[in-house]
């Protein structure tokens, strides 16, 4: 990272949110690289449609560059457009809606990269309420993940990348088109050209507000549409992650129930969001929405076409 001419590059896709990516460009900007690496941002409108273009032309910065993409194309698809364009010997990978915590978030992953071929690193919430302590706490579980091996427990909202390597693998796999998946099947595929590393102090701020039935039409959605892919790649993967428990193809006297289940998910998911609202003990909330979770994905895989199955 000593040549003069060195690039780190961010990459950052955006749908229908160009605010936020615009305040996630203004701390990007101020960010301090080592002497000698000059700083690129590529922003990637992914077929908002709406105000985002509009915003993001109002950054005027010659290190900020805006792709339009002419149709949504989901994440995967636009992270990889985005890394095509760019041209740093480094690619960092942030979320519209997330900022580093330090001004030193860029410097300290490109020192990681300096033995490893890729980094990544925690994501907190933004407050002091409970999503963020449970974000906080999924994030402190996929560290422990990473140092027992692990590798693909990292979070592709928060994650730096050589290019050469990037591009090796083919990048993000598009045929993740849906929510889920995408960070673990990549992080996976890199361990296989070298070493993940984690990288405590380069943290990023997730400024989502976070709700039960958000959270769970997610995990409903990515056991419908993504976890066939990932089971069919990674099996032991997803098998070491809990994942094949939940999966109700595997279980296929219970699918009608999950399939009935997933009627009520709305409600239970809504009831859950108000048990978060009350004054009760972290643990019960935190139990409630594991649960919910859980029963989410379950009902989701359930939703699958049954040509998905993912084998045993």
């Given at each position: 990272m000593s040549d003069a001419s060195a690039i780190a590059s961010v990459v950052v896709p955006v749908y229908r949110d160009g605010l936020r990516a615009a305040e996630a460009v203004a701390a990007l900007l101020v960010q301090a690289t080592p002497p000698g690496v000059a700083l690129e941002i590529v922003v990637v409108d992914d077929g908002s449609g709406d105000d985002t273009a509009e915003r993001l032309a109002r950054i005027v910065d010659a290190r900020v560059r805006v792709i339009a993409l002419p149709e949504n194309v989901g994440r995967s698809a636009a992270r990889n457009a985005g890394a095509a364009a760019a041209s740093g010997t480094t690619v960092v990978f942030m979320d519209?809606?997330?900022?580093?915590?330090?001004?030193?978030?860029?410097?300290?992953?490109?020192?990681?990269?300096?033995?490893?071929?890729?980094?990544?690193?925690?994501?907190?919430?933004?407050?002091?309420?409970?999503?963020?302590?449970?974000?906080g706490d999924?994030?402190?579980?996929?560290?422990?993940?990473?140092?027992?091996?692990?590798?693909?427990?990292?979070?592709?909202?928060?994650?730096?990348?050589?290019?050469?390597?990037?591009?090796?693998?083919?990048?993000?796999?598009?045929?993740?088109?849906?929510?889920?998946?995408?960070?673990?099947?990549?992080?996976?595929?890199?361990?296989?050209?070298?070493?993940?590393?984690?990288t405590e102090e380069?943290?990023?701020?997730h400024r989502d507000v976070l709700r039960m039935r958000e959270?769970?039409?997610?995990?409903?959605?990515?056991?419908?549409?993504?976890?066939?892919?990932?089971?069919?790649?990674?099996?032991?993967?997803?098998?070491?992650?809990?994942?094949?428990?939940?999966?109700?193809?595997?279980?296929?006297?219970?699918?009608?129930?999950?399939?009935?289940?997933?009627?009520?998910l709305p409600l239970i998911a809504g009831a859950v969001d108000g048990l978060i609202a009350l004054p009760l003990p972290y643990a019960l909330q935190a139990w409630a929405v594991r649960g919910t979770t859980a029963l989410a994905y379950w009902c989701g895989t359930a939703s699958a076409d049954d040509a998905s199955a993912p084998k045993r």
């Open positions: 519209c809606d997330c900022i580093p915590t330090r001004d030193d978030f860029l410097a300290t992953h490109l020192r990681a990269l300096t033995d490893a071929v890729a980094s990544t690193g925690l994501v907190i919430g933004a407050d002091e309420g409970f999503w963020s302590r449970y974000q999924a994030s402190q579980r996929r560290k422990r993940q990473h140092v027992g091996g692990m590798a693909y427990s990292g979070s592709s909202q928060n994650l730096a990348v050589r290019t050469e390597a990037f591009r090796a693998i083919g990048g993000f796999d598009t045929g993740y088109r849906q929510y889920g998946f995408e960070d673990r099947d990549v992080l996976l595929r890199l361990a296989c050209v070298g070493r993940v590393a984690w380069a943290t990023v701020r959270v769970a039409r997610k995990m409903a959605e990515a056991g419908q549409h993504s976890s066939a892919r990932f089971a069919s790649m990674h099996p032991e993967a997803y098998g070491a992650l809990g994942y094949g428990r939940l999966d109700a193809r595997r279980h296929g006297a219970l699918r009608p129930l999950a399939r009935l289940a997933g009627k009520f």
